[in-house]
T-cell receptor, first 113, second 109 residues
Framework: AQTVTQSQPEMSVQEAETVTLSCTYD???????LFWYKQPPSRQMILVIR??????QNATENRFSVNFQKAAKSFSLKISDSQLGDAAMYFC??????????FGAGTILRVKS | NAGVTQTPKFRILKIGQSMTLQCTQD?????MYWYRQDPGMGLKLIYY???????DKGEVPNGYNVSRSTTEDFPLRLELAAPSQTSVYFC????????FGSGTRLTVV
């Protein structure tokens, strides 16, 4: 079964600085998707960024980018120019088409002003 | 395009009561899911459905039931509510990636 591991229960970053959240996963499949979800105190699940495994280019969305290392099964999220509104729980998730989304345990990100 | 709609947003139940959490999606997705999220934890899959008339258990199905009579609707039924079911419940649907509802915060007292 696929597993997703987030080894950092909590991270802190100074406003305007850069932070990287780590995620590793285990799969024997070659075609899959990886996601980072943000969950603010409102509890809403917000998609931050998505990466298709067949794409070599790392996904970017404004201040958010990923470092996708397929061979190493690593999928880290970099947040640049951190803002107070970035403070939230971040979940890494793995998904194959037609299958269930598998979540990591989450990383709490705190942003200091 | 509303996406995934969950109702109610909040509910307080007494021990032993029953209720149905509603979930509907307007994206014509075949796959739908119910997750629960306990405080400070990740999401755990309760039940999922791969299409109308087909449902299957996830990691934590005990105490819950689901039905899927249409593509759009995937209600979650709690029978004989227990304090251990106090949680936030998320419905989701998927095609290429997931779309989540806004969640239902349930407290059983």
């Amino acid at each position: 079964a696929q597993t997703v591991t987030q080894s950092q229960p909590e991270m802190s970053v100074q406003e305007a600085e850069t932070v990287t959240l780590s995620c590793t996963y285990d799969t024997s499949e070659s075609d899959y998707y990886l996601f980072w979800y943000k969950q603010p105190p409102s509890r809403q699940m917000i998609l931050v960024i998505r990466q298709e495994a067949y794409k070599q280019q790392n996904a970017t969305e404004n201040r958010f980018s990923v470092n996708f290392q397929k061979a190493a099964k690593s999928f880290s999220l970099k947040i640049s120019d951190s803002q107070l509104g970035d403070a939230a729980m971040y979940f890494c998730a793995y998904w194959e088409y037609g299958n269930k989304l598998v979540f990591g345990a989450g990383t709490i990100l705190r942003v200091k002003s | 395009n509303a996406g995934v709609t969950q109702t109610p947003k909040f509910r307080i139940l007494k021990i032993g009561q029953s209720m149905t959490l509603q979930c509907t999606q307007d994206m014509n997705h075949n796959y739908m899911y119910w997750y629960r999220q306990d405080p400070g934890m990740g999401l755990k899959l309760i039940y999922y459905s791969v299409g109308a008339g087909i449902t299957d258990k996830g990691e934590v199905p005990n105490g819950y039931n689901v039905s899927r009579s249409t593509t759009e609707d995937f209600p979650l039924r709690l029978e004989l509510a227990a304090p251990s079911q106090t949680s936030v419940y998320f419905c989701a649907s998927s095609l290429y990636g997931y779309t989540f509802g806004s969640g239902t915060r349930l407290t059983v007292v």
